[in-house]
């Protein structure tokens, strides 16, 4: 099996682990206005927040443009406020300290650090601002390993369009066909890095399959199983 010159992952639910990092905030979020709401604790703050946040998604028929807004509003109205608050410092609030709340999805350090130890090169490509990228990358046990982030906002499209994977890609100096993407979305992850060329690695667990399309090339539960393929397989079988 030959492997990759560079490995690209994305953040949310892949190299972050989303609703830990929620925990991590509504712990925050309790500590600057837990003396102002009754009753409920950090635990019904990370509720609310994970309902209106929805995995990082919108619904379709969501009133929101984004989840900053829906998951403040959220806090405003579902909380017990003993003392009124304003929605533009809730939505600040999570602007402040949302990205930099950050955990590690499980086993993304021992598989960046095994990429790295076969001299795979290591890059993010997500949606989303580019400040925010950067920032939950920086806090990141791991972040000196990866070389490159690119957002939609720094690329000027979003995955799935094939351009955000081409332009990762062309900034690193590696073949389309010699990098793999891991991601757990499949339309946005999996089908769209397949379709721009390079090879897809989809993490499930956080979402269905689509019924009617391929299943994807390669498929892992946990990316302690990526860092024991990559720790298997000898430096004599990357690409040349």
Avoid at 20 to 27: G, H, N, P
Avoid at 71 to 92: C, F, I, K, N, Y
Avoid at 111 to 123: D, E, M, Y
Wanted: charged residues 20%; proline residues 5%.
């Amino acid at each position: 099996m030959r492997f990759p010159k560079a490995v690209f992952f994305d953040l949310d639910n892949t190299l972050v682990h989303r609703d830990r990092s929620i925990d991590l905030y509504a712990s925050q979020f309790w500590r600057d206005f837990g003396h102002a709401i009754g009753s409920g604790g950090e635990g019904n703050v990370a509720a609310v927040i994970k309902r209106y946040d929805n995995g990082g998604y919108l619904p379709a028929d969501s009133s929101f443009k984004t989840i900053k807004q829906a998951v403040s509003h959220g806090l405003l109205t579902e909380m017990d406020w003993r003392q009124a608050q304003e929605p533009e410092g809730l939505l600040r609030h999570w602007e402040r300290y949302n990205a930099i709340c950050t955990a590690a999805m499980p086993g993304a350090a021992e598989a960046v650090a095994a990429l790295s130890a076969q001299g795979v090169r290591v890059g993010v490509i997500s949606n989303g601002s580019h400040r925010t990228r950067l920032e939950k990358v920086a806090c990141l046990p791991f972040a000196s390993a990866i070389e490159l982030t690119v957002s939609s906002e720094s690329a000027g499209a979003s995955k799935p369009d094939a351009a955000i994977f081409r332009l990762a890609a062309e900034a690193l100096g590696v073949p389309l066909g010699a990098c793999w993407y891991v991601g757990d979305n499949p339309f946005n992850d999996v089908l769209g890095a397949s379709r721009a060329g390079m090879t897809p690695v989809w993490l499930s667990g956080f979402h269905a399959w689509p019924e009617g399309e391929e299943m994807a090339y390669r498929q892992i539960s946990s990316l302690e199983h990526l860092a024991g393929m990559m720790a298997a397989v000898p430096t004599c079988y990357l690409f040349e």
